[in-house]
């Protein structure tokens, strides 16, 4: 508590000695208490709320905990390990200089922007010279472990504003014509040259195809109104960012609008908490708040807002042919930081069984371990002759996260030793390798055939 004391005295701009003859006590006790070597009685606490008019609770819980729990986490890394950082330090840090804390926190997420931009970059071979802003993007979203709390806070208040729990497809066609004058028609979307939304400026009206289900048709409702009234909010957000050009920007802002848009479909708190509840149950939660299985899987990568975390997962979206289109880290998983990722992996084989939920424990090389499921998800379609597109989705979590899923409960299967990719795997028996890992001799034996391809001194 001292040191929340020392914070608050602070704020208000007083001297130990001002606070002293306010609560009627000498300004050594102040001092004492400040280091923790007095206790902070009830009937104290009581004199300085009514002194200062401050809310008691706010000294209980100022965020200082969670603020310790992400500089350990990142105090962790490899680049710090030769510094005596003693757990009871970094708490002390984060209570009694807690914006010393955030500024070392922001600095190192501009670092690991950077270094995530450069390791794509390598990892897809692009000339440094030459902009990659899909990699840019990537690189601000995984920073930022995918969560943006200011976002959620702004789309939970135009939640509430269309009503209780998450807004139905007719509270937010009430809510673009009653607060942004716009009329929304669905129709075919030959009229908008194969669009799937059209914002008819001109007119005043939305128009949205007619050949999307429900989930799809509130989605790109909720979109169009990230666009409309979260534009402060998102450009807040991108101003932290650190983009070499437009097109980088404009990926990411487009990335923050659907972060928006998911947000006021399945607003934080309500969404967290049914996670909890249904065990994170995906086809219950798309059940409850009206999404595909895909929205419900991203969203669950979100909630890592500070003192409200929910399970940290990591999301990967692949085609069959291998291509990742899409990849959120909200869990330190090591494959947001590279191109590709193992073929042992059940988001690879999750094709075998379309639409059926399959689950696998991982094993990474340092003997990290994952709980994962995969499922295929189906994009297009609407039409007889319209293109459709299969892919795989995943989820991952750390497996001491697993027994909070409802598709672990029974569960004990060993895990699969899996690698982040190919050409960062040392492992040497590996039969569904790819490609030679980076820094190791080949050494093919015309003696001996084992069936392992690029074989390799492991010594």
Known sequence: MGPRLKRVRRDLGLTQANMAADLEISASYVALMERNQRPVTADLLLRLAATYKIDIASLADDGSEELGKRLKGILREPMFADIDLPALDIADIATSYPGFAEAFLRLHTAFSEEQMTLAQRQAHGIDETLPDPVGEARAFLAARRNCFPLLDEAAEAAAREMGKGAPDLAAL?????????????????AVMLGALRWHDRHREQVLISDRLDVSGRRYQLALQLALLEARPAISAQLSEGRFTGENAQRMARRALANYWAAAVLMPYRAFLRASREHLHDIEILSRLFGCSFEQIAHRLTTMGRSGEEGVPFFFLRVDEAGNVSKRLDGAGFPFARAGGSCPLWNVHSAF???????????????GQRFFSIARTVAAGGGAHDAPRALRAVALACAAEHADRLVYARGLDMAPTPIGVACHLCHRPHCIARAAPPIGREMRPDENRETGVPFAFATD
Do not use: I
């Open 173 to 189: 066609v009430d809510r673009l014509g009653t607060t942004h004058g716009r009329k929304v028609r669905f129709v075919d979307p």
């Open 352 to 366: 075998r069984t379309p639409g059926q939920v399959v689950t696998q424990s991982l094993e990474l090389p340092d």
